[in-house]
């Protein structure tokens, strides 16, 4: 499969995001953590259809990730938290 038929493919399942807005920011709890399987807790964007983003540590889902933010000229991480949150 080629690079491009494969972002386009990626693309497609972006959609749904067009358009939402952030209605909420928080760190996964306990219990959502635990049920993901992973040791971190990550930010977590709830948009406002009720859709939850937050970062992991690769595509295969094995723990928490940070979230990269740039506001202007100054980038900013919001790591994962440890364990014990």
Request: charged share 20%; proline share 5%.
């Amino acid at each position: 499969m080629s690079l491009n038929t494969l972002a386009g493919q990626w693309a497609a399942k972006l959609k749904p995001l067009v358009g939402r807005t952030i209605g909420g920011v928080r760190y996964l709890d306990a219990g959502e953590t635990r049920r993901l399987g992973i040791a971190h807790h990550s930010v977590c964007l709830q948009l406002d259809d009720g859709a939850l983003l937050w970062p992991m540590a690769d595509d295969e889902g094995n723990d928490a990730g940070a979230l990269f933010v740039q506001a202007g000229s100054k980038t900013n991480s919001l790591p994962a938290a440890a364990p014990r949150l």
